[in-house]
């Protein structure tokens, strides 16, 4: 009697064991099942935004569509990027985004918090350090512009601009300006401007200022 009470326990707990790994087996393909069904689905992310789409999804300039059909939410009309509507794309050297419509050389760098819009144009070893070059502006040379905005017309040729803002048609040549402000038709020629505002004709060859205000 005792054999056979521990072969009906045995029998059981083989059963259960079988009902625990079948469990496990079932599970797991649903597991499968669902990782496949994620793979199947594209997603891409635009402008923080994530879109899914189980089929084809395409992405262009933050309009997406499913299997050729419209996403709702995406269409990127009124939503302005770093160079408004203009497309950018990340410079191989630094990776900060520049404009289709902008030129800038590969020895130029631009940090990954700079960008470059418009026409603007870089030649020359530039490094750009958390700044914003737009316009029609122009920078050459042996020239560092950090936490800058330079705009308009302005050109600069192997200068050092550091917290400043230039714009109207400025031009800096062979300069250092620090924490000023230039525009109009301002000129900073072998010079250092620190803490100062040009504006007009105003022009400042060969010498120094510190905290003036210049307007011809």
Do not use: W
Not at 16 to 24: D, E, G, T, V, Y
Not at 58 to 76: H, K, L, M, W, Y
């Amino acid at each position: 009697m005792d054999k056979d009470v521990t072969l009906t326990h045995a029998i059981s707990a083989f059963a259960k064991s079988a009902q625990f790994s079948l469990q496990i087996l079932f599970a797991a393909c649903l597991v499968a099942s669902s990782h496949a069904s994620i793979a199947r689905a594209g997603t891409n992310c635009v402008n923080g935004v994530c879109y899914t789409c189980d089929g084809t999804l395409s992405c262009t300039n933050g309009a997406c569509t499913c299997n050729g059909a419209p996403i709702e939410g995406s269409d990127p009309s009124g939503v302005n990027g770093p160079c408004g509507e203009t497309p950018v794309a990340a410079h191989s050297n630094g990776g900060g985004l520049v404009a289709k419509t902008a030129s800038v050389e590969p020895g130029v760098y631009v940090s990954s918090s700079s960008v470059v819009c418009g026409n603007a144009a870089i030649t020359g070893p530039v490094r750009l350090l958390n700044s914003t070059i737009s316009e029609n502006s122009r920078v050459s040379g042996q020239s560092l512009i950090e936490n800058c905005v330079i705009g308009g017309n302005s050109t600069v040729s192997d200068s050092s601009i550091t917290n400043s803002q230039l714009s109207g048609d400025v031009h800096v040549s062979g300069s250092t300006v620090t924490n000023s402000s230039l525009e109009d038709a301002a000129t900073a020629e072998n010079a250092k401007v620190r803490n100062s505002i040009l504006s007009g004709t105003a022009k400042v060859t060969n010498r120094s200022i510190e905290a003036a205000i210049v307007s011809e």
